[in-house]
């Protein structure tokens, strides 16, 4: 908005610029042919109040030019900056609308039109049934990650005249879908007693150590007690 009014005001003063731009050249003019050293009559020369406007209109002139060379930079700036907004935006401008007539033809085509956006529809429908019945058979047909842990019991017998062997043989004998024994041996306690440390690796949606430790302890004429020693993800 203050651009426009800069640009209004420089207008409508057009005709007063132009009249300063003439006593200016006049002036110029007037000022050459006396330092020229012609004889000519003092009504040549200008009078303090006519040099004192003179000096005041070439002021304005100045300060007009400054004006109008502010407003074509304005300008240019403004014209940039809705360039780059257009750019930005990636909009084109609106395409204009077809005349609408009344003709039956152009009923008939509306109609048609109609079905096309249908059909489309219906397409664009089975394309998404089909893409996620896709889906749905890669993700049925991906490997499940099995959750795995290695635990080490500790089973401590009633004295030191357990059987340790027979001890052993009898933990190794409970079979449970998910668990694996593996490596075992025997760890002094004191008064030589020892404990069977053995490890095993289970699944965890199928085996927990309450299972384990209910199971080894119903071999009560071998087995005191059941302690987790270690309990690892794999």
Not at 36 to 56: D, I
């Amino acid at each position: 908005m203050d651009v426009e009014a800069h640009m209004e005001s420089v207008w409508f003063e057009r005709q007063r610029f132009e009249e300063a731009e003439t006593r200016y050249q006049q002036h110029l003019a007037g000022t050459s042919q006396v330092n020229q050293g012609s004889s000519g009559s003092s009504s040549a020369q200008l009078t303090p109040e006519m040099a004192a406007r003179v000096n005041a209109l070439e002021k304005e002139n100045k300060q007009l030019k400054k004006s109008v060379t502010t407003l074509e930079d304005q300008l240019r700036r403004l014209e940039s900056r809705l360039a780059a907004l257009e750019i930005s935006s990636g909009g084109a401008p609106p395409a204009k609308a077809a005349p609408v007539s009344d003709d039956d033809d152009d009923e008939d085509d509306f109609e048609l039109f109609g079905d096309d956006d249908e059909e489309d529809a219906a397409a664009a429908e089975k394309l998404k049934a089909e893409r996620i019945a896709a889906y749905n058979d890669r993700k049925s047909k991906k490997v499940a990650i099995i959750a795995k842990s290695n635990i080490i019991l500790d089973v401590k017998p009633w004295d030191d005249e357990t059987d340790h062997a027979e001890m052993e043989k009898l933990v190794r004998s409970i079979e449970i879908d998910g668990l694996l024994w593996g490596a075992s041996k025997l760890v002094p306690v004191g008064y030589g007693i020892k404990k069977l440390q053995i490890s095993c690796v289970v699944e965890d949606d199928k085996v927990g150590t309450d299972i384990l430790e209910e199971k080894i302890t119903e071999f009560e004429d071998f087995v005191q007690s059941v302690d987790v020693a270690a309990f690892n993800k794999v």
